[in-house]
């Protein structure tokens, strides 16, 4: 029941791509890999995000390659307590004409376990900063839930679900923007503790007129040292 309500999810936003908005599909490949330092863990992740499906309105649909940019993000976190965690990043995004950035992050993060179910809620906030363009401040709340597929908890060798719901606000020289962000995966655990998870991303820009359905294919490789 709970795998068919969130795909009954999935569905229904794909009704808001009513007549006049716009919609683009890319695939974004990432790798992350995560090493823990006594009480301090350490997590690098690269995502490349590859757009290859447009459908701007008027213009209509039309499929063609298109590099949109490569993010790198580097975090340290410490546990404050088994349910509790702070975090800091730095993110360097390379986008095309040589517009890169650079991103300071800082999250709070908190789980919990009723039954089976891993639950999440992390809030982060963000700093991206510009040659030529005024800083941009962002605010993020996801909550999430991970689900196994056999059993009681996730074992090796095992599939399990991880669904999410975020909303973003960002604020730049006056002018504001909200979008919320679907996602879903399918993940499997190997035995040395790696992780390969499979799904979709779907984010809406709110404040876009017209609006702008972004759907992402991302394919993940987490490593645990």
Known sequence: MRLRFLFILFFFSGILMVQGSESYLGIVPEINISYKLKDIKFNVKAEFFQLFYANEGELGPEWDYQYENTDLQFFASKKVNPFISLALGYQYGIETGDKNTHRTIQQFSYVFRPGNLKW?????????????????????????????????????????VIASDEFLYAYQDKDQEYENRLAMYIGYLFENNSKFQLGIDYRTDLSSEPLV????????YLINL
């Open 213 to 220: 359905h972004n759907y992402w294919i991302r394919l993940g």
């Open 120 to 160: 999440g809620h992390r809030v982060r906030a963000g700093q991206t900063f510009y040659e030529d363009e005024p800083t941009k401040f962002r605010f993020r709340y996801r909550l999430s839930v991970e689900i196994p597929l056999q059993g009681q908890s996730i074992d090796y060798n095992e599939f399990y």
